[in-house]
């Protein structure tokens, strides 16, 4: 039985007698959300397939929470199931070349390469708290500048291991973990841990430790600082420096967001003969670099929005530096990066990359539709190194989403997502993405 499982054991052992004690049943709350979710992707350039993807799914995510039982020491519980349905994707649409490869845009893949019916998961979090600090062990979605899960499909992205998150101390939250697998958001296998570069699903490298620790503290009501440290074993050491604030200005208000990263190589990355393993970095790489495939970022960036009434206009540039692209946990199936530049289709973080970010949204309230939102998104980078050769790119996003506010359907989302991408260093894409959500309240 692995640690994971044993601490679960004596969790519920607890529990089965503390059930009924203090908060435990009182507090719990369950949610079943439904996410209808349709994709189709037009991959314009080059003749390799797919030429084009689509994919259109009914997911159902069920959340349950418990509270704590009473006395100075505190257990609970809680519980996520996952379940994706298909409802339409063919071969063609679908895309993928074997049963070892990852699966499609949205659903896991059959051994003839077409999308399975359907697939699921459940996870179970065990948790214990103690004053203003909590453990948490098993099923995890953290959402940090080293760490953040994925939620861009029909199903989220789970990671497995433990955290513990404490707030002690007025204005300071503390947190540190240690992760060991992660299920795609395409899947219902753990699968290890890896980055760009090195997550190819037959011939890649992967790892079972990623640590990570750092915390965030409120200078001041509007003003708060960060610091996070992420080392995925073997692959990478991370640091990570960020301040956000905010300004009353004029009739409005301006949000400054300051994000600073260090990244290095560990363990056999840091080797020539780790890196002829397979424990490699995407990035700018001579033929006879002596140091090809090791890990060497740094990437900084700032993004400021100003936000009058229902406007909100919002301009970026960040800058990756060093002969590695940017370094995130990614097994290959759908992975997030904590920059400005992580949008809809790219992400913007090549090496010698300079990104250069507009964005522009509107709340209809006040026009007299409440709950309609619209967002548009410009990205244009260049100096992408490239053995010597730079190359540039550029996105286009735009976001429609509104959400009813009364009547029986209330809380009903709607979601339009288009985006165009046009790349020196990658295919052309276009991409729709229509999504329609609903959350219902169990308990």
Do not use: C
């Not at 063609?92 to 659903?107: K, L, P």
């Not at 955290?163 to 973990?177: F, K, M, P, R």
């Not at 290959?332 to 289709?345: F, K, N, P, S, V």
């Amino acid at each position: 039985m692995n640690k994971s499982s044993l601490a679960l054991a004596i969790a519920a052992g607890v529990l089965a007698q503390q059930a009924f004690a203090g908060g435990f049943v009182e507090d719990s709350k369950a949610t079943l959300g439904l996410r209808n979710f349709y994709i189709n992707q037009d991959n314009r350039e080059g003749t390799a397939n797919p030429s084009k993807q689509e994919e259109w799914g009914q997911g159902f995510i069920f959340n349950y929470t418990s509270g704590y039982t009473e006395g100075t020491v505190g257990f609970g519980v809680d519980a996520l199931g996952l379940l994706g349905v298909r409802l339409d994707s063919g071969k063609g649409t679908h895309y993928n070349a074997g049963s070892d490869s990852y699966g499609g845009t949205v659903f896991p893949s059959e051994g003839d390469g077409r999308a399975v019916d359907d697939f699921g998961s459940i996870g179970v979090t065990g948790k214990v708290r103690i004053s203003k600090t909590e453990a948490r062990i098993g099923t995890l979605q953290p959402k940090l500048p080293v760490v953040s899960f994925n939620d861009g499909r029909l199903l989220p992205q789970t990671f497995e291991g433990g955290q513990v998150t404490s707030n002690e101390i007025d204005g300071l939250t503390l947190v540190g973990g240690q992760l060991e697998h992660a299920k795609g958001r395409n899947s219902s296998d753990a699968r290890g841990l890896s980055i760009g570069g090195a997550n190819n699903a037959q011939t890649g490298q992967f790892s079972n430790k990623f640590y990570y620790a750092g915390g965030d503290y409120k200078v001041t009501k509007d003003l708060t600082a960060q610091y996070y440290y992420g080392n995925l074993e073997d692959f990478y050491n991370q640091h990570f420096l960020g301040l956000t604030h905010l300004l009353p200005v004029g009739p409005g208000s301006l949000k400054s967001d300051l994000r600073y990263f260090y990244s290095d190589s560990d363990g056999k990355n840091s080797s020539a003969a780790g890196r002829l393993e397979g424990y490699r970095s995407s990035g700018n790489w001579a033929t006879t670099d002596a140091d090809r495939y090791e890990v060497d970022n740094k990437t900084w960036s700032a993004f400021f929005t100003y936000t009058l009434g229902s406007h909100a206009a919002s301009l970026g540039y960040q800058q990756v530096s060093g002969d590695s692209a940017f370094p995130f946990l990614n097994q290959g199936d759908g992975a997030t990066a904590y920059l400005i530049t992580d949008r809809q289709i790219g992400k913007f973080l090549s090496a010698g990359e300079r990104t250069w970010v507009a964005e522009y949204g509107y709340d209809f309230a006040k026009a007299g539709v409440p709950g309609l939102k619209a967002v548009a998104t410009y990205l244009k980078g260049t100096n992408i190194e490239t053995q010597g050769k730079d190359q540039g790119e550029w996105e286009r996003d735009f976001r429609l989403d509104y959400t009813l506010q009364d009547g029986p359907l209330k809380g009903l989302g709607l979601s339009w997502r288009n985006a165009a991408l046009r790349s020196d260093a990658t295919r052309d894409q276009d991409e729709n993405r229509l999504i329609v959500s609903y959350t219902l309240t169990l308990l």
